[in-house]
């Protein structure tokens, strides 16, 4: 058994910043990052531009093994954690290596949902799944897409890219239709259809099993938590955190798309599933698992920019049962949707509209009562 | 270290995700078309500077030391 200062569990972008921040602050500690991916961290924000031949496969990457063994930081790639034992502070790998921490991490993301039913069926999570979809778009001639939500419009895009007549199938409601009210919905598959998509409603495409079609898949993420699962973690569609990143149990931390955060801005729990968030909760976990209980609460904000087509998410942009929502819309391409509780604004969703996004910003954080 | 005299985003890589601005918001600001600008070089100690270089998605951010050696990134 080996014994680590502070153990990551996830070395995308939320775990890379946490050790960083955690060896800028304390440079003798024994710092381990255990990572499943063979490959040092690259950026999944720009896996669509090496798909689309934009970028050379290696402009993806962030850092080089070099850089970590620089830091002095220990990266341990291609290996999965497989069990977590809180109480005796102890993980074990799936070749049965046991390491003993003094802080722990998790920040381990998710996996896209898949739907293991066609036969040249595409994710987009991953540089494998990159390659892949390089692979085989080339030789297609008509792209599906199952799905909605960003990783679709992605899909879109790299088979409209491509050239390849692109067919969209999504749910008989209509595009995301759990997060977007009808007119906002519609104006986003009618901008989609001006690019040349064909929609189907509830219904996959006749094309999906020809021979020369590609599928790509965007049906959402689950969170990979399995090698915790009884180990007395609160799980909530999320792993649940404090304000500080910290679980229930006093040294394990959490930070990423996988943490649920209590916002005191919104003073309410969230889950973000964005690089910025990422990003910035790993710089908090890194501080506080130092022990300066520095408390995290970021405005999740993720936009997509595709031919005429721009969206931005900000803030809470979801839906429970307190949580009103009212569609503004500005023209015949721009609209907003906006999700109001108690009386404010806590998030909006702004299709065409990027220049409000740092004025509904200040709204959404001044807390203030906010009317339409 | 050295200090960081020099910070430069490349538009062309920028794609407005907006993490350099949450990480060092005196520094970066984002404009009209949603790309970010420097505002004020001296807004963030060098550990917020390099951490919104080290993290922004697309590594459009790069910094310098005074000697105009580049400190970030160090791949590319
Ligand atoms: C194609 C694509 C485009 C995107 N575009 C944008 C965008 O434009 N803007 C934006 O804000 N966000 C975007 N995102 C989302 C953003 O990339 C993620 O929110 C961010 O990368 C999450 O970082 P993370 O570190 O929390 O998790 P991840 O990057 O998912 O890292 C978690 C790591 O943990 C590892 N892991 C999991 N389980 C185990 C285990 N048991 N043992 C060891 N290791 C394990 C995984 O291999 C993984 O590498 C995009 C995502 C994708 C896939
Ligand atoms: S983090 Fe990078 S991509 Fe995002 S706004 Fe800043 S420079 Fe642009």
Redesign the pocket.
């Known amino acids: 058994m080996e014994n680590v200062d502070f153990l990551i569990?996830?070395?995308?972008?939320?775990?890379?910043t946490a050790a960083e921040t955690i060896r800028v602050q304390d440079p003798a500690s024994r710092i381990l990052i255990?990572?499943?991916?063979n490959y040092p961290l690259y950026?999944?924000?720009k896996?669509?531009f090496y798909v689309k031949g934009e970028r050379a496969r290696e402009d993806i990457f962030l850092r080089d093994f070099k850089h970590y063994s620089d830091k002095n930081i220990e990266y341990l790639c291609g290996?999965?954690?497989?069990s977590l034992d809180p109480k005796n502070q102890f993980v074990k790998?799936e070749d049965g290596t046991g390491f003993h921490y003094g802080k722990l991490l998790l920040?381990?993301?998710?996996?896209?949902k898949k739907l293991n039913k066609y036969k040249n069926e595409h994710s987009?999570?991953?540089i494998e799944d990159?390659d892949k979809v390089v692979e085989d778009v080339k030789k297609a001639k008509k792209g599906v897409i199952i799905g909605s939500g960003?990783?679709a419009l992605?899909f879109v895009d790299i088979f409209s890219h491509y050239g390849l007549e692109t067919h969209l199938c999504v749910s008989k409601e209509g595009f995301w239709a759990n997060f977007l009210q009808k007119e906002v919905s519609d104006l986003i598959c009618k901008l989609l259809k001006e690019r040349g998509v064909k929609i189907y409603y509830g219904e996959d495409s006749p094309f999906v099993t020809d021979e020369d079609t590609i599928v790509g898949t965007g049906i959402g993420l689950d969170l990979?938590k399995?090698?915790f699962e009884g180990a007395g973690l609160n799980f909530d569609a999320g792993l649940v955190v404090d304000q500080t990143l910290k679980t229930d149990f006093d040294n394990v931390y959490a930070?990423?798309?996988?943490a649920k955060f209590f916002s005191k801005k919104l003073d309410r729990y969230v889950r973000?599933?964005?690089?910025?968030?990422?990003?910035v909760?790993?710089k908090y976990a890194g501080f506080n698992m130092l022990s300066k209980n520095e408390v995290f609460d970021n405005l999740s904000?993720?936009?997509?920019t595709h031919d005429k087509l721009s969206i931005v998410f900000l803030g809470f942009a979801g839906l429970d049962g307190s949580t009103e929502v009212k569609t503004k819309v500005i023209s015949d391409r721009e609209c907003i949707q906006y999700f109001i509780r108690r009386g404010k604004l806590d998030g909006c969703i702004l299709v065409n509209r990027p220049q409000d996004r740092q004025n509904l910003q200040n709204v959404i954080e001044s807390r203030e009562e906010f009317a339409l | 270290m050295k200090k960081i005299t020099k910070v430069i985003v490349d538009r062309n890589l920028c794609?407005g995700?907006g993490?350099c601005v949450t990480t060092a918001g005196e520094v970066f600001k984002l404009d009209e078309e949603n790309k970010a600008v420097v505002v004020n070089i001296k807004g963030a100690d060098i550990s917020d500077l390099l951490i919104a270089a080290q993290s922004c998605?697309t590594a459009a951010i790069s910094l310098y030391d005074e000697d105009g050696n580049p400190i970030f990134p160090s791949v590319k």
């Open positions: 569990v996830g070395g995308g972008i939320s775990g890379t255990i990572e499943d991916e950026s999944r924000v896996i669509p290996k999965k954690v497989v790998t920040t381990t993301g998710g996996v896209p987009l999570q991953t990159a960003f990783i992605e990979s399995s090698f930070s990423g798309d996988l973000y599933g964005n690089w910025t968030n990422a990003a909760s790993g904000a993720y936009s997509i | 794609i995700a993490t998605p």
